[in-house]
């Protein structure tokens, strides 16, 4: 394979699925009317998947795939300001015209505020269309809150119950689009999310079970690589690659959420990033590249992570939320956790040991350990790590030298671009078990 690169039930139930009625009619309502953005032909889908390396994985196209902009109403971080989220809904088309499952996708963390997913163009929508669209499932995938088309004031990075409800809104808006764009809905549905994604998508599938029992056909959820164990990530003495972008996000974010997690910026940020950091992510202009050689954040060739957290944060800062168990971070970090639940679908844990930005060594596996505790058989655990290293390491194996090359370009590109398509294929094949 190539390198490929991505950025990073009752009868009521039959019911509500039938007519696309909600627990809640005004969230998921659309505010445009679903607009289709083109249709990807299966032998195009197939020329770029066979490009890209990806058809080892996904398969050859089945189906041709309509995309299809969406703009939906949902609520903010209260759970109680009305607002509003776009998305994209990928169709089967052509050859396919079976009632399909629809699969919710959660993205993974994006500093570029005006990204819609509802573009062709965007390798994690092409992945997207080629893994479960092409083989006959439609596809919901959220902007999520404050990005392309949405109103809100900001993103609750990974804030659990406004993941869950951007998510869970846009399955509504899906089914109240379906007739106008010609699809055909089974009714059952599936979670999935990477990175970010993973958080919000778990997040998702917990609320929909817990909350909307009776309006969700829930099936399965596969999360990949998500960080589930926030609370326990703050305390690795170590930071993780990325830390720059992903730290000062959520804390920031958690801050506009509780308004308690410090009392003022510069308790938390040093100078001079203290004076622009509360409105830096996401950003109208900047990537995660052009935010590092602008100057914007720390980072580029020789400066580690730890040296990162450490120019953007206070020390007392850091030292407190990684050994107090009152710190303000640390109990934000806490409402976020998603560790003790019981989940009644089938679930896939699914990650690469050499995840250097999401270890599941604190996240996957104490997610499982925590799902095993309880005597829940209904979950599985699989490290996608050997294929990684069999794929994309020098001689098939992982580089060990921290100096070399190698080991900044393949650790470099593990989270954002190995990982998730062999994460993308292991979804599916616990969807295609329960479709």
Not at 152 to 166: C, N, Q, R, V
Not at 203 to 219: L, M, Q, S
Not at 288 to 317: E, I, K, M, W
Not at 367 to 394: C, E, H, W, Y
Request: a neutral charge; one cysteine or more; hydrophobic letters at 40%.
């Amino acid at each position: 394979m190539t390198y490929f690169r991505l950025t990073c039930v009752a009868a009521a139930a039959v019911l509500l699925v039938a007519c696309g009625g909600s627990d809640d009619p005004d969230r998921g309502a659309l505010i445009d009317p679903p607009a289709v953005v083109t249709t990807l032909t299966a032998a195009q889908i197939d020329a770029g998947t066979a490009g890209s390396g990806l058809q080892p994985l996904t398969g050859k196209a089945k189906c041709d795939v309509k995309v299809v902009a969406l703009n939906y109403t949902t609520v903010g971080a209260k759970g109680s300001e009305s607002t509003n989220a776009s998305g994209v809904m990928l169709v089967p088309a052509g050859a396919c015209t079976a009632a399909a499952p629809l699969v919710a996708y959660a993205k993974g963390t994006d500093v570029q505020k005006p990204r819609t997913l509802a573009n062709p163009q965007d390798s994690e929508t092409f992945l997207l269309a080629a893994m479960y669209a092409a083989q006959g499932y439609a596809v919901v995938a959220t902007d999520y809150l404050g990005f392309a088309k949405s109103g809100y004031s900001f993103h609750p990075y990974l804030h659990a119950d406004s993941e869950a409800t951007s998510v869970i809104d846009s399955v509504r808006a899906a089914r109240n689009a379906s007739a106008a764009v010609g699809a055909s809905l089974s009714g059952k549905v599936m979670f999935t999310g990477y990175s970010q994604g993973g958080h919000s998508s778990m997040a998702a599938h917990r609320a929909a079970e817990r909350d909307y029992g009776t309006e969700f056909n829930v099936v399965a959820g596969a999360h990949l690589a998500g960080p589930y164990n926030l609370s326990g990530s703050l305390r690795i003495p170590d930071a993780i690659a990325g830390v720059q972008f992903f730290v000062p996000y959520l804390v920031t974010a958690w801050q506009k959420v509780y308004g308690d997690v410090y009392t003022d910026v510069k308790q938390a940020f040093k100078a001079p990033y203290s004076g622009y950091i509360e409105n830096l992510l996401p950003h109208p202009t900047l990537t995660y590249t052009t935010l590092v050689t602008s100057g914007t954040l720390p980072g580029g060739p020789g400066v580690t992570p730890n040296q990162a957290r450490d120019a953007v944060f206070q020390s007392d800062f850091i030292t407190g939320s990684q050994t107090s168990t009152t710190h303000p971070l640390y109990l934000a970090a806490k409402k976020n956790d998603l560790l003790g639940w019981n989940p009644k679908a089938r679930v896939l844990l699914c990650g690469g040991a050499g995840d250097p930005t999401v270890p599941p060594a604190i996240h996957q596996k104490v997610m499982k350990a925590d799902f095993d505790s309880r005597g829940l058989t209904n979950v599985t655990s699989v490290d996608v790590d050997a294929a990684i290293q069999a794929t994309f390491g020098p001689g098939g194996k992982a580089p060990t030298d921290p100096a070399s090359a190698e080991f900044a370009a393949y650790y470099g590109a593990y989270h954002g671009t190995y990982e998730p398509p062999f994460c993308h294929a292991q979804a599916r094949a616990v969807f295609d078990a329960v479709k």
